[in-house]
């Protein structure tokens, strides 16, 4: 699926790179300017970090409940006849089905709606890390930025790993680091998953690319002005390439991620549980590290314990996660746009 943070940062570059002209109070602007900052960045982060990476990652994690056959028993406590019905109990609904119940689970958990910023600043701290990694790697000339991303992301999964911790477990007495699980036993579980992931991910980003200049899709570049019309076929290239992005995200980039939250929670410690119902057997694929396992799910475990009904569920939370956010930043340019219309209105009546 597009990034609802792409989409909202694309809006933001335009205002900056082309600035609304106009004669209004000074004082004025820069009031609605701050306000406008105050009221709109805890939704970018809402919208760029809880919703597109906490729920998905809560979701990925979760299992359904299975149904179970409850045992009949007279009222005096003793078993019925065997020829007696049995009422089976049905699995709830999922709580990543629904945005407003993940909401809800979230701040039960939390304190309140700043519950939906958890992990926000190791978040920042770990991109950081990774951004700084990825640049060491990639000091050689002959080696390109995308290409130096693979060993940078596996050297700092421990750390991956523990914001996934962080994120789908309760609150903890435990800081950041005294919570990443044991190095060499995150390393095996990860790496494999890891290469995949940036596979998914550089084909998802190349493949495309790559179509749109086969096909003569031309991009125009921020500020350039197209001398040209633009023609009939160009939309339908475009809006071909478009669908090819879409498929490949769905298809690999989203499988991806999925596999490997699951793997990383696999890697939970045994006193620490899921705010989500997870069965940490994989379905019975995953045995304990005591009992000559491994002690951490494979990317095909992964993968093969996601049920269909559950893959929909996943696909269907990232359908409607950016239907949220393109709502509320058509709500936000409203929003501008009724401020910068009042403000040009008071500055040309002087």
Known sequence: MLSTATLGGSLVKRLAENPPQTNAPNGLAILLFLGDLILFLPVFFIIAYTLDYVYPTLAAVEDPLPAYEALPLNDDGTPKADNER????QPGKPITSSIRATNRLIRSVGHGWLANFRGLGYYILTSIIVGITTGLFALPPFIPLRVALLPALILCAPLITTWTHLVITGPSNKSF???IPPLKKTYLATWFPTLLLWAAML?????????ARAIGLRATNPG???TDPPRRADAGKALGVLGVSIALQALLLIPAITAITRVMASLLPADE???VPFDRSFGGRVEPEVVTGKGFATFGAALKSIPRASWARIYLLRVKVFAVAVAAYLAMGAIVVAQFLLVASLGGSK
């Open 86 to 89: 049995v009422h089976t109990a």
């Open 177 to 179: 680091f005294a919570r």
């Open 224 to 226: 350039e002005i197209r």
């Open 203 to 211: 084909t998802a980003t190349i493949v495309p690319t790559l179509l």
């Open 273 to 275: 549980d899921a705010i």
